[in-house]
Every structure is written in C-alpha cells, then in structure tokens.
C-alpha cells in the first residue's frame, strides 16, 4: 500500500534551536518528493522538491535530504524562529495515476520563546 | 497576484442542505484538485480536473460533484450536506498533472462545519 509515515507527530523547540522532522514512505513507483508548510488556516506551501537523484536540496533555513535506497526523507530546519511553527507535509509523487501525489498526516511543530 | 482563490472561507450548513464551494485560479494551470483535510489524516483527494472539460474521481468522491466550469474555474458541490462531510476543504491548481515537477499551489482553504 502507498503510504507516507511522518515522525515527530508534533514538536515543541526552543527559538533559535535546530530540529529534524522525519518521513518514510512506501510509494512506488516514486517520481519526486516535496515538504510542504502549512500555517495555521492556510493551504500547504511548496518548501522544497526532490527527485530521485537528488540526495540534498536547500531553502534558506531549512534543508530537506533524501535517501530513495531506504525511502526515508527528513526536514533540517536551522536556527529556528517563531514563524517557523506551523505543520509540515511530506509528499511523494508517482508519475501517475488517479491519486499519483500521497500525503503525510504531518509534524506539528511549534516553537517558543 | 492572488493565485488561487476559494470562496467562502467559513461555512455552517444543516444537515441535507446543499452549497458549492467556489475556486479560482489566475495562473493559467491546467490541472485543478479538490481536497479535504481531516484532524489526523493527509490531506485526501475528492475530485480533480486535469484540463478544461475533463473532471475525475479520486480517492473519497462519495457525496460530492465538481464543475470545471472555464480553465480558471472549479467548484465542488455538495447536494445534500452530512456531518461526515465536516472538514476543510482546499482548492488547488498545477501547471500540469501531479506526478510531474510541476508543484501544487493551494488555496487558504474553506472550513465547512455540517450541524
């Protein structure tokens, strides 16, 4: 069965603090990975995508890697800030089909002063 | 450059009851998604639309209808309201199929209460 396993379910992190946020996935065949943020009362925002070559992929604070061989991704978010408490989505995408892209339940992570 | 638009943001209906969901996008994609996001669940697909004219079933269709009613427009109808169908519902729009590179962008998302 294609499915997305996120780990931490939700996160509390000091500001200014590292975390990593993890996700393990069964999709196949797989096309390409994206993390998503989504705010509180917002729709997901594309972080970062990954296709099968890529190993590591950065945007500013937050540095996603990839590992196709074992299918775990995980979510580096450096010197974190208080905007940065939100969920985060993992997504893995097949080349196709009727539901080709497979969400996570999300990390809910929040930081605090 | 408003991206994608839905309309309205909060909702409360009766049970049995019938509404439709509005969503616009102003980015010329060809492809048009309706999900729902449920507390402790991904986010599931409903209905999409991979061009103007063609409108598909996806993972938990059961209650609903769609309209691809112009290459900027895609409304979900739902006929006669359950409190299952308690949810947030967001609207979303790609260049092209979600397989591919080519990312989602989404809208802020309606939250529909059924009573």
């Known amino acids: 069965k294609n499915q997305v396993e996120q780990s931490p379910q939700s996160l509390i992190i000091l500001e200014g603090k590292n975390c990593t946020l993890q996700?393990?996935?069964?999709?196949?065949?797989?096309?390409?990975l994206r993390w998503y943020k989504q705010d509180t009362g917002r729709g997901p925002v594309s972080l970062t995508i990954?296709?099968?070559?890529?190993n590591t992929k950065s945007n500013g604070r937050y540095t996603a890697t990839l590992d196709a061989d074992t299918k775990q991704s995980s979510l580096h978010i450096t010197a974190s800030q208080l905007s940065d408490s939100a969920s985060y989505i993992c997504?893995?995408?097949?080349?196709?089909?009727?539901?080709?892209?497979?969400f996570g339940k999300g990390t809910r992570l929040s930081v605090i002063a | 450059n408003a991206g994608v638009t839905q309309t309205p943001k909060f909702q409360v209906l009766k049970t049995g009851q019938s509404m439709t969901l509005q969503c616009a996008q102003d980015?010329?994609?060809?492809?048009m998604y309706w999900y729902r996001q449920d507390p402790g669940m991904g986010l599931r697909l409903i209905y999409y639309?991979?061009?103007?004219?063609?409108?598909d079933k996806g993972e938990v269709p059961n209650g609903y209808n769609v309209s691809r009613l112009n290459k900027r427009e895609f409304s979900l109808r739902l006929e006669s309201a359950a409190p299952s169908q308690t949810s947030v519902y967001f609207c979303?729009?790609?260049?092209?199929?979600?397989?591919?590179?080519?990312?989602?962008?989404f809208g802020s998302g309606t939250r529909l209460t059924v009573v």
């Open positions: 996700c393990n996935y069964t999709v196949s065949p797989f096309s390409n």
């Open positions: 639309s991979a061009s103007e004219g063609t409108t």
């Open positions: 997504v893995v995408s097949r080349p196709s089909g009727n539901t080709p892209l497979v």
């Open positions: 980015m010329n994609h060809n492809s």
């Open positions: 979303a729009s790609s260049e092209a199929g979600g397989g591919s590179y080519y990312g989602y962008t």
């Open positions: 990954m296709t099968f070559s890529e």
